[in-house]
């Protein structure tokens, strides 16, 4: 008998209990008619509008409306949390504080051999500590916890390429930037205006990206796990998140270490970006990116935020 | 006989469609959901499940037949939220006196189970809360791994090294108890648990 056996046997197993069942069922059916009362009118006031193709144009009106309904309730949605957000303190470090934040990260690395430029992708996974000083001066350490090839393509490319040295688990990378260079970003170029923001996202002046609205939104939910921002850009990208079309609430989810959030997602042909927040404070847990090219969602990337806290 | 994934889209026209969904799974997620968090807890999550469940019934990913393991994941958000009441219950639990009756006593194997209690549940209280639903879903659910990485929408990877953590947390658990047992002298010996 294993541990889950034990554990079934040790808590037993309650009975069915046809009350419960039926005090649910009277909860369910009453949310129905409500569901059917209301979709019933919404039909009837389209009949009215239309003329003899009434039936054609119904069926793609109503097919337009469900959707601009779900994704009006995702931006409401995505507008509240901004809003959330916005009354947050902003934390900045005073002389003589650092501000330490944290994240895990599972990310594709992509290496080119200079010798003979090919090329093979990484997927790592690491720890990072940004370390901010009140002048603005940062110090990123990434520590490697593990390593292995994208595909079996790119591990074939490397012996290709002579088998070079790889990173390996326990590898420790530092980097430092200047007062006023954020690193792997443009704080300034984070435009509290959303269309201007918009712009600047997609032209790659906030930061390199590559071509596709997932991108954008995947961006956007790594922007904001960026402590540095003020409240006003916070609530600028969340405008700007609820502004992007096809962007879909995912309702309650789990992130990559098992935190609980409010995930939304924008899907394109062949990724899905996700990102997660905690319905708490509105900060984002995680982002992930999924390639849906197989069929079955596949997580190929992911960050999630540990916080940022005064030291 | 349409599939979950047939009748959820089934209900988008005709929102009635929904209780033969309902009526598919209630039973399994109130039983799941009680043995977490106890009766009128249970009660509640699983009744919620149910209308969460109807009102994203929209957003449902049609590439899933079953809709099991989607209920068993919003449950399981929704036991997250009650985090205190499972608290509250399994130290319950646990602190319950062990009085096996004389079917028990004759049956070897509920009665290591029952004796075996306190302290597995003592040590549930003490798993991570993702590592705890990856282990219960697999146990009280009876999900596979597969079914527990669509409920908890995380790689099959993670819910591997979740039960993997779960299971050697829990072990070290028995064998502690196992060790104090047989220390006690209660002249019964307790082999080791097998793996998987």
């Given at each position: 008998?294993?541990?889950?056996?034990?554990?079934?046997?040790?808590?037993?197993?309650?009975?069915?209990?046809?009350?419960?069942?039926?005090?649910?069922?009277?909860?369910?059916?009453?949310?129905?008619e409500?569901?059917?009362?209301?979709?019933?009118?919404?039909?009837?006031?389209?009949?009215?509008?239309?003329?003899?193709?009434?039936?054609?144009?119904?069926?793609a009106?109503v097919?337009?409306?469900?959707?601009?309904?779900?994704?009006?309730?995702?931006?409401?949605?995505?507008?509240?949390?901004?809003?959330?957000?916005?009354?947050?303190?902003?934390?900045?470090?005073?002389?003589?504080?650092?501000?330490?934040?944290?994240?895990?990260?599972?990310?594709?690395?992509?290496?080119?051999?200079?010798?003979?430029?090919?090329?093979?992708?990484?997927?790592?996974?690491?720890?990072?500590?940004?370390?901010?000083?009140?002048?603005?001066?940062?110090?990123?350490?990434?520590?490697?916890?593990?390593?292995?090839?994208?595909?079996?393509?790119?591990?074939?490319?490397?012996?290709?390429?002579?088998?070079p040295?790889?990173?390996?688990?326990?590898?420790?990378?530092?980097?430092?930037?200047?007062?006023?260079?954020?690193?792997?970003?443009?704080?300034?170029?984070?435009s509290?205006?959303?269309?201007?923001?918009?712009?600047?996202?997609?032209?790659?002046?906030?930061?390199?990206?590559?071509?596709?609205?997932?991108?954008?939104?995947l961006?956007?939910?790594?922007?904001?796990?960026?402590?540095?921002?003020?409240?006003?850009?916070?609530?600028?990208?969340?405008?700007?998140?609820?502004?992007?079309?096809?962007?879909?609430?995912?309702?309650?989810?789990?992130?990559?270490?098992?935190?609980?959030?409010?995930?939304?997602?924008?899907?394109?042909?062949?990724?899905?970006?996700?990102?997660?927040?905690?319905?708490?404070?509105?900060?984002?847990?995680?982002?992930?990116?999924?390639?849906?090219?197989?069929?079955?969602?596949?997580?190929?990337?992911?960050?999630?935020?540990?916080?940022?806290?005064?030291? | 006989?349409?599939?979950?994934?047939?009748?959820?889209?089934?209900?988008?026209?005709?929102?009635?469609?929904?209780?033969?969904?309902?009526?598919?799974?209630?039973?399994?997620?109130?039983?799941?959901?009680?043995?977490?968090?106890?009766?009128?807890?249970?009660?509640?999550?699983?009744?919620?499940?149910?209308?969460?469940?109807?009102?994203?019934?929209?957003?449902?990913?049609?590439?899933?037949?079953?809709?099991?393991?989607?209920?068993?994941?919003?449950?399981?958000?929704?036991?997250?939220?009650?985090?205190?009441?499972?608290?509250?219950?399994?130290?319950?639990?646990?602190?319950?006196?062990?009085?096996?009756?004389?079917?028990?006593?004759?049956?070897?194997e509920?009665?290591?189970?029952?004796?075996?209690?306190?302290?597995?549940?003592?040590?549930?209280?003490?798993?991570?809360?993702?590592?705890?639903?990856a282990?219960?879903?697999?146990?009280?659910?009876?999900?596979?791994?597969?079914e527990?990485?669509?409920a908890?929408?995380?790689?099959?990877?993670?819910?591997?090294?979740?039960?993997?953590?779960?299971?050697?947390?829990?072990?070290?658990?028995?064998?502690?108890?196992?060790?104090?047992?047989?220390?006690?002298?209660?002249?019964?010996?307790?082999?080791r648990?097998?793996?998987?």
């Open positions: 008998m294993d541990d889950a056996d034990l554990l079934r046997r040790a808590l037993g197993e309650p009975g069915t209990d046809p009350a419960a069942r039926e005090r649910a069922r009277a909860r369910l059916r009453a949310e129905i409500a569901t059917t009362s209301g979709t019933s009118r919404r039909a009837g006031k389209q009949l009215i509008l239309v003329g003899i193709a009434a039936i054609a144009i119904t069926v009106l097919a337009a409306i469900v959707p601009a309904t779900r994704e009006s309730a995702t931006a409401r949605e995505l507008r509240g949390l901004g809003e959330l957000a916005s009354a947050q303190p902003t934390v900045a470090p005073h002389l003589g504080q650092v501000l330490v934040w944290t994240a895990e990260t599972h990310h594709l690395e992509g290496f080119t051999d200079v010798a003979n430029g090919i090329a093979y992708e990484l997927t790592i996974r690491s720890s990072l500590e940004r370390r901010t000083d009140a002048q603005g001066g940062i110090l990123e350490k990434e520590t490697i916890r593990s390593v292995e090839f994208a595909s079996k393509g790119d591990r074939a490319a490397w012996e290709q390429a002579g088998s040295e790889l990173p390996t688990s326990g590898d420790v990378r530092r980097e430092q930037f200047p007062p006023g260079d954020a690193g792997w970003f443009d704080l300034d170029a984070i509290t205006d959303p269309d201007v923001l918009l712009e600047g996202l997609r032209d790659g002046e906030v930061a390199p990206l590559s071509p596709g609205e997932d991108e954008v939104f961006l956007i939910g790594q922007l904001l796990g960026e402590p540095s921002l003020t409240l006003e850009q916070r609530e600028a990208l969340f405008e700007v998140a609820a502004s992007l079309e096809g962007v879909e609430a995912l309702g309650d989810v789990t992130d990559p270490l098992g935190r609980f959030g409010r995930g939304f997602a924008l899907e394109t042909a062949d990724r899905r970006a996700v990102i997660i927040f905690d319905p708490a404070d509105a900060m984002p847990l995680a982002t992930e990116l999924f390639d849906l090219r197989s069929g079955t969602p596949q997580l190929f990337t992911w960050a999630a935020f540990e916080g940022a806290e005064l030291v | 006989m349409p599939d979950d994934a047939e009748l959820l889209r089934g209900s988008v026209d005709d929102p009635h469609v929904f209780e033969s969904v309902f009526d598919r799974h209630y039973d399994a997620i109130l039983r799941y959901a009680r043995q977490r968090v106890g009766h009128d807890a249970g009660e509640e999550i699983a009744a919620t499940t149910m209308l969460i469940a109807f009102e994203r019934r929209l957003t449902y990913d049609g590439r899933y037949p079953s809709a099991r393991a989607w209920l068993y994941g919003i449950a399981t958000n929704l036991i997250r939220h009650h985090f205190r009441d499972e608290k509250t219950h399994l130290a319950a639990i646990a602190k319950l006196p062990i009085d096996p009756a004389p079917e028990d006593i004759a049956d070897p509920r009665l290591d189970a029952l004796l075996t209690k306190p302290a597995l549940v003592q040590a549930l209280r003490t798993l991570q809360p993702g590592d705890r639903d282990f219960l879903l697999l146990a009280l659910a009876d999900l596979s791994y597969e527990i990485a669509e908890l929408r995380v790689p099959m990877g993670t819910v591997k090294s979740r039960i993997h953590r779960a299971r050697h947390l829990l072990r070290e658990q028995i064998q502690g108890l196992e060790a104090t047992t047989a220390s006690k002298g209660t002249g019964r010996t307790y082999g648990r097998g793996s998987p």
